[in-house]
């Protein structure tokens, strides 16, 4: 069955320390995926997408089919990071829906 | 910019009722999704929409929602009978149809049944 794991529910760190928010998946096929980020009180906001392969405010993730994952990194965290970030896969073909692992809450503290 | 718009974004309703969510996709896009939130728990697929149909719906969508696109801007999500675990944030969403495109959310309407 399709699934996306994210691990932790909560990942606190300082600013200025590295931020990697982990993400495995499950899919048969050949998997789309996503980040999206929701600050607080606000719309999820698409990140990231693995197809581009970009850098969005500092944030990067590569995905590793052998390993099934695709966690996302920063090198150096700011306070205006903190907010929730969720995983999704997008199946391929059809009504591309999406499927949104549980979410990590990021915290950045001063 | 263009944004996916949602409207209310709160409504309290009492058990029993009928509540209509309202959304207003990105104009150029041609499918459309609406997803929940209950409190502490993970953003989950209800159902999507294209071509004036839906193309495909979760086990959670069943004879109690409905999907309507009443006119070429407006995409609304009805819920028939409400219950208490109906509160939840509903999402909507749209993408064009090129690819996999991503999806576009707005804002959220947070339902709240009593």
């Known amino acids: 069955a399709q699934r996306v794991t994210q691990p932790e529910k909560l990942l606190s760190v300082f600013k200025g320390a590295p931020v990697e928010l982990k993400c495995n998946y499950s899919?048969?096929?050949?998997?789309?995926l996503f980040w999206y980020v929701q600050y607080s009180r606000q719309r999820l906001q698409l990140l990231l997408r693995?197809?581009s392969r970009e850098s969005i405010k500092g944030f990067t993730a590569d995905l590793n089919k052998g390993e099934t994952s695709f966690h996302l990194k920063k090198p150096f965290a700011q306070e205006e990071d903190s907010a929730m970030y969720y995983c999704?896969?997008?199946?391929?073909?059809?009504?591309?829906?999406?499927?949104f692992g549980a979410g990590t809450r990021l915290a950045v503290h001063p | 910019e263009p944004e996916v718009t949602q409207t209310p974004s709160h409504q309290v309703t009492q058990m029993g009722q009928e509540v209509i969510l309202r959304c207003v996709p990105i104009?150029?896009?041609?499918?459309f999704y609406w997803y929940r939130q209950i409190l502490g728990q993970k953003v989950e697929f209800l159902v999507s929409?294209?071509?004036?149909?839906?193309?495909?719906k979760s086990e959670i969508f069943d004879d109690q929602f409905s999907v309507e696109r009443p006119d070429g801007s407006n995409f609304t999500l009805k819920i028939r009978s409400t219950k208490l675990e109906d509160s939840a944030m509903y999402f909507c969403?749209?993408?064009?149809?090129?690819?996999?495109?991503?999806?576009?959310f707005g804002n959220g309407t947070r339902l709240t049944v009593t």
């Open positions: 969403a749209s993408r064009t149809g090129g690819g996999n495109s991503p999806l576009h």
């Open positions: 693995h197809i």
């Open positions: 899919y048969s096929g050949s998997p789309e």
């Open positions: 999704a896969l997008m199946f391929s073909g059809g009504y591309n829906k999406l499927i």
């Open positions: 929409f294209y071509n004036n149909e839906i193309s495909e």
């Open positions: 104009s150029n896009h041609l499918y």
